[in-house]
Structures are given as C-alpha cells and as structure tokens.
C-alpha cells in the first residue's frame, strides 16, 4: 500500500491560481500513474487528470488548458497547477493511487465569484 498526501488548497477569487502537491509514500511510486479527482458538494466524485510514469498527461474536458499535472519523481510528488479558476471549481480535490486504489485525505479548493 502507498499513502497520498495532498495540499495546496485554499480559497481563491475566481480567475485566480492555486498550485496542488500530492506527496506519495513508497518506493514503486515513480512507475505508476497518479490521478487527481475532485467532488464538488451534492455531486459525485469527478475524475480532473492523470499522469502516468512516462509523462503522458490525461485531462478532463472542462479542465483542458487551464490546468497542469507535472511529477516531481525525485520528491515523489505529483503538482496539480490550476490556472484561470472558475466557481465551478470548487471542491475537495483528492489523489489517488490507482493500482491499489489508494486515495488521500483530499484538499479543500473554493473558488469565489
């Protein structure tokens, strides 16, 4: 099993930035994909992006081009860069491990209007 560490969130007015980290414990961390999810309130859990060991990059539609995954392998850490936020951007924003399915405590992103 691996734990998922995430931070960065906070409250933002809407356009602005917030930069996530999901810190990874274990060693097999830099051969596998790591994905970030978000759930807004009342609504379900919402996959946002991946990031396999290579680099190839996956992103959700409503999130192409404003937002950025990059991995940091030397730190065990996955960046969730999120640009010209929107209101409908709040949320929890959780990492998840997929091959154990092993998810974080989640970070909390509010954007304001």
């Known amino acids: 099993q691996v734990q998922l560490v995430e931070s960065g969130g906070g409250l933002v007015q809407a356009g602005g930035s917030l930069r996530l980290s999901c810190v990874v414990s274990?060693?097999?961390?830099?051969?596998?994909?790591i994905e970030w999810y978000r759930q807004a309130p009342g609504k379900q859990r919402e996959f946002v992006s991946r990031?396999?060991?290579?680099?190839?990059?996956n992103y959700a539609d409503s999130v192409k081009g404003r937002f950025t995954i990059s991995r940091d392998n030397a730190k065990n850490t996955v960046h969730l860069q999120m640009n010209s936020l929107k209101p409908e951007d709040t949320g929890v924003y959780y990492c998840?491990?997929?091959?154990?399915?092993?998810w974080g405590q989640g970070t909390q992103v509010t954007v304001s209007s």
């Open positions: 998840r491990f997929p091959i154990f399915n092993s």
């Open positions: 274990g060693s097999i961390y830099s051969i596998n994909t």
């Open positions: 990031i396999l060991s290579g680099g190839i990059t």
